[in-house]
């Protein structure tokens, strides 16, 4: 059995995943979000051409902040190579493919990181919870 961990507070860490890599939870939603469809904004690419200047709509909100032409993106890089045999390499569950539209939009990535905010318990008086930008 498993005990699924709680959301609360979520908004309050400072580190996700379990190396800690992603820094804010907007971007461990905008993870989820793209990592099947631009995997390229969150795992190396190896043996491409780095592009001078990215393209005017490569996201910069990803781990790579460097676009690449060619090359092969290296997925799940941080898993030690014993286990990697071990990974589900089936298509995404909405079955989307590499560079097909991400599954939530923009203003729904905002929303779902508003939701997780209001999930802050605010157990510690003058820490501020959130981010301040969602509406009520």
């Known amino acids: 059995m498993f005990k699924t961990p709680t959301l609360?507070?979520?908004a309050t860490r400072h580190a996700f995943f379990h190396n800690g890599v992603i820094h804010s939870l907007e971007q461990?939603?905008?993870f989820y979000n793209t990592r099947d469809t631009m995997p390229e904004i969150w795992y190396p690419t190896v043996g491409g051409q780095r592009?001078?200047?990215p393209d005017a709509g490569f996201p910069l909100?990803?781990?790579v902040t460097v676009q690449y032409t060619g090359g092969v993106v290296q997925k799940y890089d941080d898993?030690?190579?014993p286990y990697r045999p071990n990974i589900d390499r089936q298509i995404p569950l909405d079955g989307r493919a590499a560079r097909s539209t991400p599954p939530m939009t923009e203003q729904e990535v905002s929303d779902?990181?508003?939701?997780?905010e209001t999930l802050t318990d605010d157990y510690r008086p003058g820490t501020p919870s959130g981010s301040g930008r969602c509406s009520d």
């Open 79 to 81: 898993l030690p190579l």
């Open 51 to 53: 592009k001078a200047e």
């Open 28 to 30: 461990a939603v905008r």
């Open 8 to 10: 609360r507070n979520a």
């Open 112 to 116: 779902l990181v508003c939701f997780l």
């Open 61 to 63: 909100y990803g781990l």
